[in-house]
């Protein structure tokens, strides 16, 4: 299988998975095209048009309303996430390997979902500190792609006992943070990088 037929296939099914929980394309698609031996910037570039495209059409299923938590999410997690992808892309842009940051924020998510505990007492401190962990999403999902197993622990905790709340919650921040991510690409990358 040639490099452009297996892109495809990993943008098509991790969508598909995105479309169906909420999050997946980013999750996945972020750490397998890395391992493949894409540049960051080109990761971001195959995954964040599919990936917003999705999020807004779950969001408009449900309404665009500008409800207090999404207000925070504008307020907060947005710039923060347009300051994670400066940093990863022009500070840290060949002095770190990224890779090393999708790890560690892998393994953190992977650790908080396996243990209940630890999950019970994040959704707590979440709850009374909600503006900071918006910012940490933002940040970690600006450096990485991969703030949305973060955000579904975020909004999980605000939105504990209803599932749909959490998931249109969920699109929103993830299509404001991906469209954020993608304008910080243009405005970093030089003309002649797209030529």
Same mark, same amino acid.
């Given at each position: ?5 297996? %892109?495809?296939? @990993? ?9 169906? $929980? ?17 540049? $960051? ?14 999020? $807004? ?53 992977? @650790? ?20 900071? $962990? ?8 600006? %450096? ?36 954020i991510q993608l304008a910080t690409l243009f405005a970093t990358r030089s003309a002649s990088d797209w030529s």
């Amino acid at each position: 299988m040639g490099e452009t037929a297996a %892109l495809a296939a @990993i943008v098509l099914t991790y969508s598909v998975v995105q479309s169906v $929980f909420g999050v997946g394309l980013l999750v996945f698609g972020t750490p397998t095209l890395l391992l493949m031996g894409f540049p $960051f910037e080109d990761v971001l570039a195959y995954l964040l048009p599919c990936s917003i495209a999705i999020s $807004f059409l779950q969001v408009a299923e449900t309404g665009f309303s500008l409800e207090p938590v999404r207000k925070l999410f504008l307020l907060i997690a947005a710039p923060c996430a347009c300051l994670g992808t400066v940093v990863a892309l022009v500070v840290l842009s060949g002095t770190l390997d990224i890779r090393a940051i999708v790890g560690a924020v892998l393994l953190a998510t992977a @650790i908080v979902r396996i243990f209940p505990a630890i999950q019970l007492r994040l959704s707590r401190l979440i709850r009374n500190r909600l503006r900071f $962990f918006l910012g940490g999403v933002g940040i970690i999902h600006g %450096l990485s792609n991969l703030g949305g197993g973060l955000l579904t622990v975020v909004v999980g905790a605000i939105y504990d006992r209803d599932k749909r709340e959490t998931r249109r919650h969920i699109a929103f921040g993830y299509g404001v943070m991906g469209t954020i991510q993608l304008a910080t690409l243009f405005a970093t990358r030089s003309a002649s990088d797209w030529s």
